[in-house]
């Protein structure tokens, strides 16, 4: 454990070469020509140009990667989150050259990554699902499965993620719409136009398990977060723990995921998302081989270093010299992410940022991916930082964060603070009366 080489850009970038440090290890970042300036890039060891302002030039250049983590004698590859973390191609490669993947084995990302095999491989080691389709690859493929599954229903590209693609479907003159889209969609950006349907939970909550592991068949969940609120199915505000939820489901949820994983050999890091609602319980959604943007909020509850354990997971180490034997957590965290967009019609907004300033508080935590000065450019995620509040309870949380957004001096772009502080404030969140389909 000497040298890692940090595939990614901005906030995440920061937050691995922190953990790097934090263990002793040394960092290579890498940047693009439009990232030259950015924050993590001075933070590093050591910083390469991997390429020009596209992502495709750059952080998604498979070749590039693997040979400046080579040239600079690293001995493994973090992936960050996006970008490469879940290309199983690229991991076999980083093993094949004898460097560490810090993330799981290419084998869980390939298995996983697919949506429809994962369901198959997980459903008969007891993993909840809702009922679902085989894969559609027509319109009268869908129609088939309507009468199978029946209304409602949603179609989802089975290679994909984050909502990209997805279809609610409520009545049959509605199918051919929703294949046109969807298919099309889910070619574009997954390169594949197969779907898949699975039985619609109305006004669900969108619950997600954190777990580490090690390559030694040791498993442990560290607790849930609640990712409920969610624009055009994105995350937008993430909390733990969830407020809404029995103690005892959320328990019992919890022992049957974490034996699912220890039963199947899961590695590293992952997180298994699921939907609930009040007449189903918990029900799969898909497991995410990969940090998550959301992890801060475990780890505030928890005071676990969650990258950190990464990385030495990823190394060999085990479980029991990683974690402490008894993970307890304590108080709430709220988590908002701060993106560069305008915040009544949800366009990118670029520009330079002439002011970029978060207030320092003891109870706030600033994950950002820019600093003042830098350009907000068209090539990437505009995702300008992430606004981490911690407190005893949801309420102060609530008040913390909605005081550090309100405080923020953000000049040079438009900003979805005002879209989030509304959120805050709404009378549903405020009570916890709310589900993913809230808008």
């Not at 590093?44 to 495709?56: D, V």
Request: hydrophobic share 40%.
């Amino acid at each position: 454990m000497k040298k890692v080489l940090v595939a990614n850009r901005g906030a995440v970038a920061s937050r691995v070469i922190r953990a790097l440090d934090k263990l002793g290890m040394q960092s290579v970042a890498i940047y693009s020509d439009a990232d030259a300036g950015l924050p993590y890039v001075g933070q590093a060891t050591q910083a390469l140009r991997i390429g020009g302002p596209s992502a495709q030039e750059s952080y998604l250049d498979q070749d590039a990667i693997l040979r400046a983590a080579i040239d600079q004698g690293c001995d493994g590859i973090h992936p960050g989150y996006g970008f490469l973390s879940e290309n199983a191609a690229f991991a076999r490669s980083v093993e094949a050259s004898g460097l560490v993947f810090v993330g799981p084995s290419a084998h869980w990302i390939a298995l996983l990554g697919d949506k429809i095999r994962a369901r198959e491989y997980l459903q008969p080691h007891g993993m909840p699902m809702l009922r679902s389709s085989e894969e559609l690859n027509s319109l009268q493929d869908l129609e088939q499965a309507v009468e199978q599954i029946g209304l409602p229903l949603l179609l989802k590209p089975s290679g994909g993620g984050g909502g990209i693609g997805m279809a609610p479907i409520h009545a049959r003159d509605q199918l051919a719409a929703a294949w046109e889209r969807s298919s099309s969609i889910s070619a574009k950006a997954f390169g594949a136009s197969s779907l898949y349907a699975e039985q619609l939970a109305v006004h669900p909550r969108h619950i997600e398990f954190q777990f580490l592991a090690d390559r030694h068949g040791n498993v442990r969940c560290l607790f849930e977060r609640d990712c409920s609120v969610q624009r055009r199915h994105q995350k937008v505000i993430e909390e733990a723990p969830a407020a809404a939820i029995p103690a005892d489901t959320l328990q019992a949820i919890t022992t049957r995921l974490e034996q699912i994983m220890a039963e199947v050999g899961y590695d590293v890091i992952g997180t298994v998302e699921m939907l609930y609602d009040g007449e189903h319980g918990f029900n799969f959604l898909e497991v995410n081989t990969r940090l998550q943007v959301e992890h801060a909020v475990t780890e505030e509850i928890t005071g676990i270093d969650i990258v950190a354990a990464q990385i030495r997971l990823a190394y060999g180490q085990r479980l029991d010299q990683v974690l402490p034997a008894d993970v307890a957590r304590q108080g709430h965290a709220i988590e908002a992410r701060v993106y560069a967009e305008d915040p009544v019609r949800f366009f990118p907004s670029c520009g330079v940022l002439e002011a970029f300033e978060f207030p320092v508080r003891p109870d706030i935590r600033v994950e950002p991916s820019y600093g003042p000065g830098n350009r907000v450019t068209p090539y990437y995620d505009p995702l300008l930082a992430k606004v981490i509040a911690r407190g005893p309870d949801r309420a102060a949380c609530i008040a913390s964060l909605r005081e550090a957004l309100s405080g923020a001096q953000v000049q040079g772009v438009k900003t979805n603070i005002p879209f989030v502080l509304q959120v805050l404030d709404d009378p549903d969140f405020l009570a916890n009366r709310y589900s993913t389909d809230k808008h």
